[in-house]
């Protein structure tokens, strides 16, 4: 609190984001303005995390997801994101397809982290991403896409898995990687505008 030395961005952490996104400095010491305002003690909740997500979702309900996404990034489990797991949040989440981002979403669907999907795992996430779809979009979409436990069964058909199954990360993410459909299945990107 009030301390000046908090104040800078260390080149180290610039450095290491800098390698790891896809941001420029510029962006990344806007980032970090914006979240010392928000945040001055330089970490995020999960209530915030929260928030600003309903800010980028405006017309849906992310709050789930964003809660599962936060999961995800505190790793050390200790409620809060430091502003380098933030932003390495945001990259991961909002960039195309590498495999980074694949494993990132395969620690997002093994919510009890135990090394491996189960379909109840499958049908948790996918029913957090399909509140974030608008409500007019949903309406919109296939027929064996438009609830949550299709868009569950129809992962789990793709893998060929039973029930009791339990899919692994290398089958994860070597499948999704294979077949964009299922790849839509797995996240939610807004239509841009
Ligand atoms: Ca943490
Ligand atoms: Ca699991």
């Given at each position: 609190m009030g301390n000046s030395k908090s104040g800078a961005l260390s080149k180290e952490i610039l450095e290491d984001l800098k390698l790891n996104t896809k941001y420029s400095?510029?962006?990344?010491?806007?980032?970090?303005?914006?979240?010392?305002?928000?945040?001055?003690?330089?970490?995020?909740?999960?209530?915030?995390?929260?928030?600003?997500?309903?800010?980028?979702?405006?017309?849906?309900?992310?709050?789930?997801?964003?809660?599962?996404?936060?999961?995800?990034?505190?790793?050390?489990?200790?409620?809060?994101?430091?502003?380098?797991?933030?932003?390495?949040?945001?990259?991961?989440?909002?960039?195309?397809?590498?495999?980074?981002?694949?494993?990132?979403?395969?620690?997002?669907?093994?919510?009890?982290?135990?090394?491996?999907?189960?379909?109840h795992e499958v049908l948790e996430i996918v029913a957090a991403i399909f509140k974030m779809i608008p409500p007019?979009?949903?309406?919109?979409?296939?027929?064996?896409?438009?609830?949550p436990q299709k868009r569950a069964d129809k992962l789990w058909a793709y893998f060929n898995k039973g029930e009791t199954d339990k899919l692994a990360e290398k089958e994860f993410i070597e499948g999704v990687t294979k077949n964009d459909a299922i790849m839509r299945l797995i996240q939610y990107e807004p239509k841009k505008k």
């Open positions: 400095e510029d962006e990344l010491c806007k980032w970090y303005e914006s979240f010392q305002k928000q945040c001055p003690d330089g970490r995020i909740s999960r209530s915030e995390f929260e928030k600003i997500y309903a800010n980028f979702f405006p017309n849906s309900d992310p709050k789930v997801y964003a809660r599962h996404v936060f999961r995800s990034f505190d790793t050390n489990d200790d409620g809060t994101l430091d502003f380098r797991e933030y932003i390495i949040a945001l990259h991961l989440t909002s960039t195309g397809k590498t495999n980074l981002k694949l494993e990132w979403a395969f620690a997002l669907f093994d919510v009890d982290r135990n090394g491996e999907i189960s379909k007019e979009e949903q309406k919109t979409l296939p027929e064996d896409e438009n609830t």
